[in-house]
């Protein structure tokens, strides 16, 4: 069970204590107009100017498999209208109204080791649903931590930091503009959102003041609508822990961190290879599998997935390349992540090879 940092357990026990009756702070007017605002604090969904408390109707959750993103730290809220919910759906992504805001925040502490001490916000992103369609929106935090603005180009960030291993990282983060948003958070063409799945958020979570189900608490919030109780609701499995099978949790990592490209709907459809959890076929999870182009992002290898070679996988290679023109994913990592690369090669290593 993830425990939130202890700076988010005060204001989710305000969060979870009913505050969505009382007035709504959260300037819907600013959600809603055409032009985005030029300062994160405009939108109210936070009490205080670094953004560390979250306005009535702001609830935190977290997801069992996230997205690796440079070993950073995420800050995860979700904000639905109030009288307003968002749907269940087995599969995909829930169904939010118009008004509702995803909020992730980016952060990196020096050692991140001890994530909770002395962590610094780099970036807020907002997905804001609109009438028309989801919208992407990131916001870079000034030195202060006071204040985030409004970076519609993007930016590249230096960032130092100790890794979870205890090795000294330096990067140039990147904050993505919003042609970038739109190369990850595409299906079929229109702007989605990827981890509020009713599957990765199926986990208890720690409020401070108790732990419930993720499922449970955003109904009891009205934040969700529908849906089976979360034992017959299907779970994503969590990639790091010790007690699920090795498949079951590579193939959570790669729907997590690759599944919203590779997919039938996904800005990688025409290469063929899905990797969401849902695909059962053997060779669109890439076993077998010859490269659509095969070209310098292969290595040299003839499959995608060579069944108990991780070494001739090109999926592997380019997991575990930091080559722009090789790795893969190709945006929102510089980093390889070390640990997520040890999962998959050991599930491609444990898959019996062809006769």
Request: hydrophobic fraction near 45%; aromatic fraction near 4%.
């Given at each position: 069970m993830r425990v939130l940092p202890a700076l988010l357990l005060t204001?989710?026990?305000?969060?979870?204590?009913?505050?969505?009756?009382?007035?709504?702070?959260?300037?819907?007017?600013v959600i809603l107009a055409e032009a985005p605002a030029q300062k994160l604090s405009d939108y109210g969904?936070?009490?205080?100017?670094g953004a560390r408390t979250p306005s009535p109707g702001v609830t935190p959750y977290d997801l069992t498999t996230p997205l690796f993103s440079d070993y950073a730290a995420k800050h995860r809220f979700v904000f639905t209208p109030a009288g307003k919910s968002a749907t269940y759906r087995s599969e995909g992504v829930l169904e939010f109204p118009v008004g509702s805001v995803l909020v992730k925040t980016f952060a990196y502490a020096p050692d991140m080791r001890r994530p909770a001490v002395d962590e610094r916000y780099v970036e807020t992103r907002l997905l804001i649903r609109k009438a028309e369609g989801w919208v992407a929106l990131a916001y870079v935090w000034n030195a202060d931590q006071t204040e985030a603005v409004l970076k519609r180009t993007g930016a590249r960030l230096d960032v130092a930091f100790i890794d979870p291993s205890g090795a000294a990282r330096a990067i140039n983060y990147l904050v993505p503009n919003q042609n970038q948003c739109k190369t990850c958070h595409s299906a079929q063409g229109a702007l989605v959102p990827i981890g509020p799945r009713a599957r990765n958020l199926n986990r208890d979570l720690d409020y401070g003041d108790r732990t419930q189900n993720q499922l449970e608490a955003w109904r009891r919030l009205g934040h969700l609508s529908g849906g089976p109780a979360p034992a017959d609701a299907p779970r994503t499995p969590a990639w790091d822990s010790q007690t699920e099978p090795l498949e079951a949790r590579a193939r959570a990592y790669l729907d997590v961190n690759c599944g919203h490209c590779h997919s039938p709907a996904g800005m990688a459809s025409t290469s063929g290879l899905f990797l969401t959890l849902e695909e059962d076929r053997p060779v669109h999870l890439g076993i077998n599998k010859a490269p659509v182009a095969a070209g310098r992002g292969s290595g040299g290898h003839k499959v995608s997935i060579d069944p108990g070679r991780p070494d001739t996988s090109i999926l592997v290679h380019r997991m575990a390349s930091d080559d722009p023109g090789v790795m893969m994913p190709e945006l929102g990592r510089s980093l390889v992540h070390a640990e997520g690369l040890a999962l998959v090669a050991a599930y491609v290593e444990s898959l019996t090879p062809a006769p």
């Open positions: 204001l989710a026990a305000l969060a979870l204590s009913g505050a969505r009756g009382g007035p709504e702070p959260v300037r819907l007017d969904l936070f009490q205080d100017p």
